[in-house]
């Protein structure tokens, strides 16, 4: 359980850095899992995820490994996601009894040249009628300043959405929205930051001599509808904590994935179904120039 105060720090500044919330001992199984689930993936297929418009933000060759829907992957994984220390926080912050999950993915951020994430909202990428959407971030081992941890602007929730820059990335533009004008938010292994999907945030290189590794649960209240039709996952539906009032969990995805192309009515800012290509979340047409890590 959140206290009283962290709730209203979440209210007031849009972000919140749980300390502690799983043990040590608990985030270094996470990461020894996340690792090998990587690995697997590595073997048969490509799972670099730098953002097009990350190479702007630095003359590095830099490289962010990813897994998309990690709850096909590893049961321990799954579990941490259903966690009621988890859970229960979610629902604080989302302000919901109620918690849905919308899709997870966990990063890699290799040593030496980790790949930045420019500043940008993931409003954009799956808007919803009543901005409930907030991700969790679950860190597996320390992630400070020179990992290239998250960081945030503070208050920016408050608003509303901003447009985004589409080349290369559905990012904000750089020169009004420069990483090192944001608050960073180093964290330590089992810290759980978490933000608003309107919050700007992103991230810099990882230029230390060890991996960061964190997992990104993005929830919602499932009385929450997407404004359009995009965005859907493997999973995307499943219910986190409590039910599902509005007995309709899923029902956009089922249809999607048994349809080729689907259309929403302002078309498909996210190129469709994601998750569709060995659950790595591959979209058809993204946004971010092939590189479907939202
Ligand atoms: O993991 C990070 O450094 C940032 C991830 C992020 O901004 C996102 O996935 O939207």
Redesign the pocket.
Known sequence: MLTQAQVDFYREHGYLLVEGMFSAEEAAQFRVEAHAVIERLRSISEVDATWTSARAVTATKTSLLHCHNVQFHSALLTRMMLDERFTAAAAQIIGSPNVQLHHN?L?IKPSEKGSP?PM?Q?QPFFPHDNDSMIAA?VHFDNAPLEK?C?RVVDKSYKNGPIPHVADGGWHLPFDQYPLESSVACPAKAGDVLFFSYLTV???GVNTSSEART?M?VQMRDPEDQPTIVTHLSRGQGMMLRGVDPTASAGSNVEWSLSTPKPQSAMGDPMGGTMGGMGGMGMGMGDPMGGKP??
């Open positions: 993915k990063f994430f940008h993931d971030v290239g998250i945030h992103g991230s964190t990104l890590t939202m």
